[in-house]
């Protein structure tokens, strides 16, 4: 059997280096002390449950390392570690237990656990004896399940994600290899646990490389850019969503000089505006757009230390990772030339095996070994790639595909726009059109004949949407996506009201 490791070896080859910093609580594991902490986890849940058991334990927590390290525990205890959404009503989190049907539920004092025997959190690192080692046999194959990551749900039922550790250790070397990631590297991790983003690309991934791991409860604008410029901490990578920049960018005491000492902030989760692109790298900041899923791990990513190519492809998702094959393809299956849109379409190790419980979504979604995207892209003759919107979140006005995402790149121009979304909304003339509602830059005013003017002057007519409307929110997902059917929802609702 394969085992991947590498706290185990690094507790070995690096005792004493830093392997986890709990920022709120001010503890921190060396990898010695990390390995030890896992084998006793690790050996209670083997004790309670046996092993290769494939029992599920499920945390309802904000992020805290207890969560790393149950998921550490699970694998060498051959059980399943699935992570909930502390965000979701009480509903949703119950569909997600009814599905999961975990055993165990370790939760934050202040989350009511759904139905199955509840733990706190803070009690889950005294389960277990000192010294205690579980035994290698209780480990299930590399390639079977040991995560199950439910989706973020923007549309339709939540879906179960099936991760194992080989899926693991192939989307963590993509992340590694594209972002100069060493045994020197130190990462924040500010994005969810419960999400691919904070579990794999920003923890997992250095303590596969035998760096660092600073875990914060989540992104607090004033907070992550103190830590993140503070030279006693040193973080050297970074990962969010393009809400998440922009919101630094955005406070009054944002300092790019300060921020010079990341060798790369990954973003993802959306496409990245090429305005904002620009802006961090033209103030020194090695931004790197990438792009990744639950399903598929880290995939793509621009060359962080080149700063010359982040400015010519900005607004590019970078070049496929080493262990990533990529196509773009019509409606019917057949890849279409360079700078032609498409379907994106990805292949490799470090795809999921498929859906938990759904197996027809599972044969639909991965044909023959292929993992079907749901985004719209491109590729360009040097072979960078754009994505360029979510498929089904186009609409087509007067005949002509509209995708969202463009139309926001341009109004994230607008130096007074802090965030923006399009939706498309029925139209008796056009079929579709588009309404856009803006967040201004906290202190700045801006109107919605403003954005309106500014998109006519830079886009095709049948891309400028009709409406405008200034707001203070847009809803999004834990992890910083839109939450597109419910603005268009409420689009339609507000166009239908007198």
């Known amino acids: 059997m394969t085992i991947f490791d590498p706290v185990q070896t690094y507790a070995q080859s690096s005792p004493k280096s830093v392997a986890i910093v709990d920022i ?9 002390q ?24 499920t ?33 949703e989190i119950e569909a997600l237990a009814s599905d999961a049907e975990p055993k165990i539920v370790f939760h ?6 759904p139905d199955a025997k509840g733990i706190l ?44 550790e080989a ?40 303590l596969q490389a035998g760096g660092a791991v600073h875990i914060s409860h989540g992104f607090d ?19 969010s969503v393009p809400q998440m920049a922009a919101t630094l960018w955005n ?33 020194g900041i090695r931004i790197s757009e990438g792009f990744g899923m639950s399903e598929t791990g880290s995939n793509f990513a621009m060359p962080p230390d080149d700063l010359e190519v982040l400015l010519r492809k900005a607004g590019s998702c970078g070049i496929p990772l080493m262990m990533i094959e990529a196509k773009i393809v019509d409606d019917e299956g057949n890849e279409v030339p360079n700078g032609q849109r498409g379907e994106l379409w990805l292949r490799g190790p470090s795809i999921a095996s498929g859906y938990w419980n759904q197996p027809e979504l599972t044969a639909k979604s991965f044909p023959d070994g292929w993992f079907i995207t749901g985004d719209t892209a491109t590729c360009d003759e040097d072979g960078f790639y754009k994505i360029v919107d979510r498929k089904k979140d186009m609409y087509i006005s007067g005949g002509e595909n509209v995708y969202p995402a463009e139309v926001e790149a341009v109004i994230a121009e607008m130096a007074e726009v802090g965030e923006c979304a399009v939706v498309g909304v029925p139209d008796e003339r056009w079929g579709e059109v588009g309404r856009v509602y803006i967040i201004p830059v906290p202190g700045q005013s801006v109107t919605a004949d403003e954005v309106i003017d500014h998109c006519a002057a830079r886009l095709a007519k049948f891309k400028v949407p009709k409406t405008a409307e200034v707001t203070d929110t847009i809803p999004r997902t834990a992890s910083g996506k839109v939450q597109k059917h419910l603005l268009k929802a409420r689009a339609i609702e507000e166009l239908a009201t007198p």
């Not at 006793?40 to 004790?47: G, H, K, N």
């Not at 300092?255 to 620009?278: F, T, V």
């Open 59 to 91: 945390t309802l927590s904000k992020n805290c390392a207890e969560m790393l390290i149950l998921q550490l525990a699970c694998s060498r205890a051959g059980a399943i570690f699935v992570p909930f959404n502390w965000r979701l009503a009480s509903a």
């Open 221 to 239: 604008p004033q907070k992550t850019l103190q830590r993140l410029s503070d030279p006693k901490r040193s973080v050297s990578h970074y990962f």
């Open 167 to 206: 899926n693991s250790f192939w989307g963590c070397s993509n992340l590694i290899y594209g972002n100069d990631v060493t045994k020197r590297s130190v990462f924040l991790c500010d994005m969810p646990l419960f999400h691919t983003a904070g579990l794999f690309a920003a923890a997992r991934t250095p």
């Open 121 to 164: 959190v803070s009690e889950m690192l005294n389960l277990g004896h000192d010294g205690a080692k579980p035994p290698k046999s209780a480990r299930r194959p590399f390639d079977a399940v040991s995560t199950l990551l439910y989706t973020s749900g923007t549309s339709g039922r939540p879906k179960g994600v099936m991760l194992s």
């Open 108 to 113: 934050d004092p202040d989350m009511t656990p």
């Open 24 to 32: 709120e609580t001010d503890r921190q594991w060396t990898y010695l």
């Open 251 to 283: 406070q009054p005491e944002f300092d790019a000089k300060k921020l010079h000492n990341i060798d790369a902030w990954a973003i993802g989760g959306a496409p990245n505006p090429k305005a904002q692109s620009e802006r961090f790298v033209r103030a």
């Open 34 to 57: 990390l390995d030890k902490t896992i084998n006793r986890l690790a050996s209670w849940i083997v004790d309670e449950f046996g092993g290769q058991s494939e029992t599920r334990l």
